[in-house]
């Protein structure tokens, strides 16, 4: 079992930063790999960057280059630091963890992979 609390996000104008932690509960931090997802309303949950327990990371198109996520695991906690920022980037943005097994790093773009997730923060950028 893990539990995931998040915790930044907040209102921010296009073109600045924010950084959301995710912080876990348990053992098995070091041995999952992590994710970030995002949902706007009426919308289905984009997938935005996943790290393995080994720090091979995986971005969507939509935010390469501009969003990184790192992760310490004497703090299990994973980071997703959002630069340049878009309105588009609007969103609930929530943390996920996992440990099944996988084949390929682009595995970890899908929610199924994932049994465990934080509760979710908002994330506004204006315009």
């Known amino acids: 079992q893990m539990q995931l609390v998040q915790s930044g996000g907040g209102l921010v104008q296009a073109g600045g930063s924010l950084r959301l932690s995710c912080t876990a509960s348990?053992?098995?931090?070091?041995?999952?790999?992590m994710g970030w997802f995002r949902q706007v309303p009426g919308k289905e949950r984009e997938f935005v960057t996943a790290i393995t327990n080994s720090g091979s990371t995986n971005y969507g198109d939509s935010v390469r280059g501009r969003f990184t996520i790192s992760r310490d695991n004497a703090k299990n906690t994973v980071y997703l630091q959002m630069n340049s920022l878009k309105p588009e980037d609007t969103a609930v943005y929530y943390c996920a963890g996992g440990s099944r097994i996988y084949y390929r790093l682009s595995d970890l773009l899908s929610p199924q992979m994932y049994d465990y997730w934080g509760q979710g923060t908002q994330v506004i950028v204006s315009s």
């Open positions: 348990g053992r098995t931090f070091s041995r999952s790999f």
